[in-house]
């Protein structure tokens, strides 16, 4: 079997396995979220913290709610590093200096997951599990939870309530992303990855110096960093290390970790709306990106320009033999188009145009299927621009799911797309403007420039990948990179919410003949072009000083 077929069937495959489960998973989550009823440990913890999950929160509350959860989760990752040294399990690794705990306690916390350090040589087993993969878990369940409380901004009507933020993100953790999490853990004990809480071991001689492995509770990290859309390794490897993604199975199984809540919560947003169709809809754009831009990375990347390349059988720089061309190419969009971030291999050793490709996936926001909850709530906002677009092109006032786009909810959604472009933007000037940040690059000309805007546009957008040769522990980077995760996560979560109580207090609008038919496939192809032209025009300057000029060099 050829290289290029080998690539094909297992993207077929990893197709057949989402819509097998589309369904089921995403019915599962609506009931999860509409429930009225309380499991007996979840009352523990409402009991424990001093919850009512039965009161209704305005948008203003609700954000309050979730700034104060992600504060203190902030406080406790960073402490929790700063006393390594004095706390059992730390594997006689000393305290984490001050800037790359703060610089790692808002990555996870934020659901970046962005790591300027090497896991396996800085942090012990008690912040691995009791704060790393903690924080995989409520991040990727805070999100979620905005996700659902713009849902029920178009489900409800003449109301200011949003739910309840404690409910939600209790019942994200417990009752979808926890039971997923065990399965696919002991899936991949049972495939090869590690499980223990094992120390360091001396496994030999090498070149005059010696080798070591450490142990730990890699699978199961493994398993929510995937699910949860979050990427941090256990190991500076990543998922190219097989520790933690032992086989061509457990990284075919790894890729459809990352998409399935992300694609199946379109299905949860139509049950809860009353309208699968218009589930289905986002769910067709999605897919129509995603496959779009798999098939043009696996095109860039299995391109023979050269003996070398071709007696390879494409291009494998930087990628794992285990995988191939193939699943390395899989994997790349699918981490960047999602707010994930892991890697089986290395994307600054991919072509320059497939470089560009990873960057541009994270440029769209992330909505392709996106991160848990986070590509939901912003391919929705992306939505309610595309119905402005077309009733501008019609001269009638857009609806959506029967509410009215007006000045106010446009602002909204606009201040939420621009964010994101300005932080990267920004940083990524000032970076390459001052003299010493510069010198963080690996590579002169257009690559160094790359590393830098990927850092970035990782870091803002809540990936958390990067080009491996941009040395980011620095305080320059270790600060800005903070900052930008901070702003490019919470800022846009403050205008999703502000948008979903301004739809919740509307009268619904009923259906007439002028009325544009969101789930149809006309609404899809406006969905996907207003997408790629927004991206194409705010980030096409970058993208031409750097991918695209190394690419067309």
Known sequence: MGPVLAGVLQLLALTGALALVYVPLGTYMARVYSSRRHLRVERWLYRGIGADPDAEMTWPAYLRALLAFSAVSVLFLYLLQRLQGFLPGSLGFASVSPSQSFNTAVSFVTNTNWQSYSGEQTMGHVVQTAGLAVQNFVSAAVGMAVA????????????????????????????VLLPVAAVATVVLVACGAIQNFSGIHEVGQFMGGSQQWNGGAVASQEAIKELGTNGGGYFNANSAHPFENPTPFTNLLEIFLILVIPFSLTRTFGVLTGSARQGYAILATMGTIWLGFTALMMATEFAHHGPALQAAGGALEGKEVRF???GSSIFAVATTLTSTGAVDSFHSSFTGLGGGITMLGMMLGEISPGGVGSGLYGILVMAVIAVFIAGLMVGRTPEYLGKKIGAREMKLAACYILVTPALVLVFTAASMALPTPPHSALNPGAHGFSEVLYA???????????????????????????????????????????????????????????????????????????ILIITGLTYFPALALGPLAEGLA
Request: overall charge positive; hydrophobic content about 45%; aromatic content about 10%.
């Open 456 to 530: 970035f546009t990782s870091a803002a957008n809540n990936n958390g990948s990067a080009f491996a040769g941009l040395n980011a522990n620095t305080d320059w980077f270790n600060t800005m990179t903070g900052l930008a995760m901070l702003l490019g996560r919470f800022v846009p979560m403050v205008f999703v919410l502000a948008l979903a109580g301004s739809l919740a207090g509307q009268r619904p609008v009923p259906v007439t003949a002028g009325t544009l038919r969101t789930e149809k496939p006309l609404f899809t192809g406006l969905l996907v072009g207003a």
């Open 324 to 326: 191939g061309v193939g």
């Open 148 to 175: 659902v409380a713009l849902v029920r901004g178009f489900s409800r009507s003449r109301t200011g309530e949003l739910g309840n933020f404690w409910s939600d993100l209790v019942r994200g953790t417990l009752r």
